[in-house]
């Protein structure tokens, strides 16, 4: 299993060497993936864990303020980097294209993609949950050779449940899984949105889901901790 830790907009320094020290006390087998804020990346400093980022630069390097590029993410030893979070493509209007390039410099750059797809509560109700998918599935891997979509670690995140504290249906969920194994049948995939130490005992009966993207769990070691332990059982 992969359990990939998206820290988002949290942690300030001081708290980040904090909790680094919680999280290198939780042992396991599983593949954990930390993602921590650009700056909390160079004070990465975990055995147990892999290092990833949540963003990158669709541009190689050069004349573009504020932005990171692959290269540099590489630089710091980082071997994963979430694109398409539904947060950047909503408050940062990120484009299925820009999100595209974005993998394009990562796979450059030995970094593993971390793709994440979903479908706002509206495009549920009408039930275009599935096009929503597929489309973002096929712009974001356009051109890319069967052997670099392989690499790509897909993350299915229903907007509608990120943060939100409700979850999908196990059904609702095995029918995305399956509409994205369909697809990509050699991918990894991950499901992300108020996964928790609690409906973690419903969601492990999936077969389907290859590992797990936290968020607010992410932030909390002791819960994510027992969210570990529950997973194995
Ligand atoms: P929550 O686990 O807080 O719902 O966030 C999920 C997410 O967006 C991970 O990328």
Not at 102 to 130: A, D, F, H, M, S
Request: glycine share 6%; with cysteine.
């Amino acid at each position: 299993m992969i359990i990939a830790l998206n820290n988002k907009c949290n942690l300030t320094k001081q708290e980040f060497l904090k909790y680094q020290e919680e999280l290198g006390k939780i042992s396991t087998k599983n593949k954990v993936i930390l993602c921590p804020t650009f700056l909390n990346i160079s004070h990465f400093d975990l055995n147990n864990v892999e290092l990833g980022a949540q963003n990158v630069s669709s541009n190689e390097q050069g004349a573009y303020t504020g932005e990171v590029s692959a290269q540099q993410l590489q630089s710091e030893q980082v071997k994963y980097c979430i694109v398409g979070h539904s947060e950047r493509r909503k408050y940062q209007q990120e484009t299925d294209e820009e999100i595209n390039q974005k993998i394009i410099r990562l796979l450059e750059c030995n970094i593993v993609p971390i793709l994440c797809v979903g479908e706002t509560k509206e495009e549920r109700e009408k039930q275009l949950e599935k096009n929503i998918i597929e489309k973002e599935l096929k712009k974001a891997l356009e051109n890319l050779t069967d052997e670099q979509k392989e690499k790509t670690i897909i993350a299915y995140e229903p907007i509608w449940s990120i943060g939100t504290g409700i979850i999908p249906t196990n059904n609702q969920i095995k029918e995305m899984f399956q509409t994205i194994k369909q697809l990509l049948p050699n991918n990894k995939v991950l499901y992300g949105g108020s996964a928790n130490e609690e409906n973690v005992v419903l969601l492990k009966e999936i077969e389907e889901i290859d590992g797990y993207l936290l968020g607010g769990l992410s932030l909390k070691p002791e819960k994510l901790k027992v969210f570990i332990e529950k997973l194995k059982n």
